[in-house]
């Protein structure tokens, strides 16, 4: 099964782009660049978070391009170290290396009249960026350890799940293939920025794992739903996949109750962040900056005051985030980051239940 399902739950769902599931606002911007940019040859950068379906949107393109028939061959480019990455992509002969015991072909030729999708593109060295680089420009490459000149036609789409316009700034991507992969960029969204499509994604979910288990769960109760919706999933969809299958095989009945999801998702305690959030949760540099600018002591060493100013901004932070988003909690707590049920305890620790109470 792929990451995140090929069919939609709901047949007569308008499907933008086969495969994908998603109808929301942030995923119709998605299909109509994939759309466009399929019908074409231009090489592809795909951003976003681990976890966001990027190698879907890759095989997307493959499947609606002209080069359809061809193969569609994927390398993740963070799996192997740099001697194996440069041996799986271009190949290797016989006696190149210790274990060169036979003749190899790499990944662009087996990718040739196709697409090739590197996934981690930014974790290659500057070395192999060089050979890469080359590959792009001239469609030409030679197998490790030999001299003949091969030609190759493959559709090159990259993937990152780093921002690689900073690596270039920091030196640790090359800016001349930079610019050679970024021909259309492709912003993959988080799922906190898609909840709407939650709904579709359960229900795929539920469909697939209990076929898989022999199981029987055909709903999911109302209070475990908003749960899902208020969490801010750092793993994105994959994320959520795991807990619905989990979920799928602990029940004991015939719903996916809030009581089979994970203390997390409940607000129990706190996620394991592996991605970038949209506001940080450390409102201890945000205090650190009311002392610079003379609002509390310098003597914040202090941990009772140093805590004072903390609240204070965290305080601040939630009764502004919550008048913008027009005190609707499930969308206040999905733009801070945070469970709602922790969003409601803090709301009331803080006195800020009602929108009439002062923000500061």
Same mark, same amino acid.
């Given at each position: 099964? #792929?990451a995140y399902?090929?069919? &939609?739950?709901?047949?007569d769902q %308008? &499907?933008?782009?086969?495969?994908i599931i ?7 911007k ?6 466009r940019v399929a019908r074409?040859?231009?090489?592809v950068l795909l951003?976003?978070?681990?976890g966001t !379906? ?10 609606l391009?002209?080069?359809?028939s061809?193969?569609? =061959?994927? =390398?993740?480019?963070?799996a192997?170290?740099d001697?194996l990455? +440069?041996?799986e992509l271009?190949?290797?002969?016989? !006696?190149?290396?210790?274990?060169a ?6 990944r662009? /030729?087996?990718? *040739? ?5 590197l996934? /981690? ?8 960026? =060089?050979?890469l680089?080359r590959?792009?420009?001239?469609r /030409?490459?030679e ?9 190759v ?6 993937a990152?799940?780093r921002?690689?316009?900073?690596e270039v700034q *920091?030196?640790?991507? %090359?800016?001349?293939l ?6 259309v #960029? ?5 799922l906190?920025?898609?909840? +709407?499509?939650?709904p579709?994604?359960?229900? *795929?979910?539920?469909n697939y794992?209990?076929e898989a288990?022999?199981?029987?769960v055909?709903?999911i109760? #109302?209070?475990?739903? /908003?749960?899902l919706?208020?969490y801010r999933? #750092?793993?994105?969809v994959?994320e959520?996949q795991?807990y619905?299958?989990r ?5 004991e009945?015939d719903?996916l109750?809030?009581d089979?999801l994970?203390?997390t998702v409940?607000?129990i305690?706190q ?5 970038? !959030?949209?506001i940080p ?7 650190h ?6 609002i ?5 060493e ?7 100013v903390?609240?204070?901004?965290e ?5 502004r985030v919550?008048h913008e988003?027009?005190?609707v909690?499930?969308?206040?707590a ?13 709301l ?13």
């Amino acid at each position: 099964m #792929p990451a995140y399902g090929f069919q &939609s739950p709901h047949p007569d769902q %308008r &499907s933008p782009v086969a495969g994908i599931i998603g109808s929301g606002l942030a995923m119709q911007k998605v299909y109509d660049v994939t759309k466009r940019v399929a019908r074409s040859n231009a090489s592809v950068l795909l951003l976003g978070e681990t976890g966001t !379906g990027k190698e879907l949107i890759a095989g997307a393109i493959h499947r609606l391009s002209g080069r359809c028939s061809g193969p569609f =061959v994927k =390398v993740n480019c963070g799996a192997l170290s740099d001697s194996l990455l +440069e041996s799986e992509l271009f190949g290797h002969v016989r !006696g190149a290396f210790t274990s060169a015991v036979n003749n190899r072909t790499g990944r662009f /030729e087996a990718a *040739h009249t196709g697409t090739i999708f590197l996934d /981690e593109i930014n974790s290659t060295s500057t070395i192999l960026q =060089v050979k890469l680089l080359r590959v792009l420009q001239e469609r /030409e490459l030679e197998r490790v350890g030999d001299t003949t000149t091969i030609t190759v036609d493959t559709r090159v789409i990259a993937a990152s799940n780093r921002d690689l316009a900073q690596e270039v700034q *920091h030196a640790r991507f %090359r800016e001349d293939l930079y610019w050679r992969l970024n021909v259309v #960029p492709i912003q993959i969204p988080p799922l906190r920025e898609r909840v +709407e499509d939650i709904p579709d994604l359960v229900a *795929h979910f539920l469909n697939y794992y209990c076929e898989a288990n022999d199981r029987f769960v055909s709903r999911i109760t #109302p209070d475990a739903l /908003e749960a899902l919706q208020s969490y801010r999933w #750092p793993g994105n969809v994959r994320e959520l996949q795991n807990y619905v299958e989990r979920a799928v095989v602990m029940a004991e009945g015939d719903q996916l109750t809030v009581d089979l999801l994970p203390d997390t998702v409940r607000g129990i305690s706190q996620p394991l962040e592996t991605n970038a !959030g949209t506001i940080p949760n450390d409102f201890s540099s945000l205090a650190h900056s009311l002392v610079e600018c003379g609002i509390a002591d310098a003597g914040t060493e202090n941990s009772e005051l140093h805590s004072f100013v903390v609240n204070r901004v965290e305080r601040e932070l939630i009764a502004r985030v919550m008048h913008e988003c027009n005190y609707v909690q499930t969308k206040a707590a999905t733009r801070l980051g945070i469970n709602r049920n922790t969003l409601h305890k803090k709301l009331r620790d803080y006195g800020l239940e009602s929108p009439e109470t002062d923000v500061v």
